[in-house]
């Protein structure tokens, strides 16, 4: 069964896109740039560097089991050096953490080579450099009678614990949803100090819907995306673009100690706003120490749900900057859109909750330059961009994303206590077509591409499809 955003409905979709959105509508288009030199997809921002496993071998996950030969596990931390990760399986289910070691980078995972893959039960925690993650369905979730090794993991982590930095780190065209603590994190040190984390791209993602109660717990925190930064170490240079960051009760998005943060054309939908702020910028680190940090957050698109009840206090403010006077700059755009719960644009809130004081948004430091120099879309066209865009689209939405999209469209309440608030895990089945000199690139297609990076950007364009 196809998805209810596949292609012969998408005149439908932007139709409905066009009534629901409160801003001007500008019909957008799918189209993915292609970059010069490799015709890989061209990536946006910080992490545009990262090659992944490009020119490296060919390696098949053949089962959707946590260990041994064909397994995800063997694929990330049984083998090092450049390689290429792709999929005969659909559904991956793990029975513990999949922690990579620093050595295990130089790999891209295309989880859109079996149209999407969900990674289920429990989180994968990135580690090392030059990593592509794209096309993947992180969902740990919470079976019946199942809590995750009695803890409130992630979806899916980013941690650097080494003396070493970490860098060029792309999560593309990917969902990340149904953390049972946040669903995205990036987090540096532990007990040790922990280097930096620099040169990162998160973009077209759907980025949201923790579960706030799963079947063993209640009251689960209900966090979206959280970027904390340690004793020593900080992320440097990040972009969070044309994400859809939605239906959680609190961190749309946190970040923590860093440098040379893009926060830009996301759409963020349908907070609880249970600490009375949806977004937050803090300078301090883990040590709770003062740092310079500078944050340019531009052309994002903030809207409330009507169905939603507003949380502990009411409704705050919409940008936090947690810092003390004099200590970075906060570059927050008169081009940044916030509505209120009926689609209706308010007036900026902002907050300087170190000052004590409700800034002007006019008055706001300039913007840090030069930036990534990554292409800016016009607030009033982020929505539509978006919803049309995000997610792990390979080349469609499965059932559980494409029922968020449709919430936010038509301005439903999506917040999830358990699985059984969605429609569920991807239950489609998948039949992988031949491959028979396991090139990465299905027989059907060899004619037409030369490159299994070509493939795998084909397949997000809708113009190829990878199953039989």
Request: hydrophobic share 35%.
């Amino acid at each position: 069964m196809r998805s209810p955003l596949s292609r012969p409905t998408r005149k439908t979709f932007v139709t409905m896109l066009a009534l629901a959105s409160s801003a001007v509508f500008v019909r957008p288009q799918r189209i993915l740039a292609a970059k010069p030199d490799s015709g890989s997809v061209a990536i946006e921002g910080y992490g545009r560097g990262a090659t992944g496993g490009t020119g490296g071998r060919i390696v098949y996950v053949t089962h959707g089991g946590d260990d041994g030969p064909g397994s995800l596990r063997d694929a990330l931390l049984g083998q090092t050096g450049p390689r290429i990760v792709v999929f005969k399986v659909r559904t991956v289910t793990l029975n513990s953490v999949m922690r990579m070691g620093y050595d295990n980078g130089n790999v891209s995972v295309y989880g859109q080579s079996a149209g999407g893959v969900t990674v289920k039960r429990f989180p994968i925690d990135l580690r090392g450099s030059n990593i592509l993650f794209q096309g993947m369905r992180m969902r740990v979730g919470a079976d019946p009678g199942i809590d995750s090794n009695g803890d409130f993991n992630d979806s899916l982590n980013c941690r650097n614990r080494s003396n070493a930095p970490m860098r060029d780190i792309v999560i593309d065209h990917c969902s990340v949803t149904w953390g049972l603590d946040e669903t995205l994190s990036f987090g540096i040190g532990g007990k040790g100090s922990g280097a930096d984390i620099t040169d990162v791209t998160i973009s077209n993602c759907i980025i949201g819907q923790p579960l706030t109660g799963t079947p063993d717990r209640s009251g689960a925190p209900g966090r979206v995306l959280f970027f904390q930064g340690g004793r020593a170490g900080m992320f440097r240079r990040i972009s969070v673009l044309r994400n859809l960051i939605c239906y959680g009760v609190d961190r749309m998005p946190w970040f923590k100690h860093g440098d040379e943060i893009e926060f830009a054309n996301n759409h963020i939908y349908g907070s609880g706003h249970y600490y009375r702020f949806v977004a937050k910028f803090n300078n301090r680190g883990s040590d709770d120490v003062i740092r310079h940090m500078r944050v340019n957050c531009e052309s994002n698109h903030f809207a409330l749900c009507p169905e939603i009840p507003v949380m502990k206090g009411g409704m705050g403010w919409w940008v936090d900057i947690d810092a003390p006077a004099g200590n970075g700059s906060y570059y927050i755009a008169e081009d940044n859109l916030f509505e209120d719960d009926i689609g209706v644009p308010t007036r900026h809130r902002i907050y300087h909750s170190r000052q004590g004081a409700f800034p002007d948004i006019s008055r706001t430091v300039p913007a840090f330059a030069p930036g990534s120099g990554y292409a800016r879309l016009p607030v009033s066209e982020v929505r539509a961009h978006v919803l049309l865009n995000a997610g792990a689209r390979c080349p469609d939405l499965d059932a559980a994303d494409s029922a968020i999209v449709d919430n936010v469209i038509n301005r439903r309440n999506g917040l999830a206590a358990t699985v059984a608030d969605t429609p569920g895990w991807d239950a489609r089945p998948f039949t992988p077509l031949e491959d028979s000199d396991g090139d990465g690139i299905p027989d059907k297609y060899a004619d037409r591409y030369a490159t299994v990076e070509s493939y795998m950007d084909a397949i997000l364009r809708g113009e190829a499809s990878p199953e039989g």
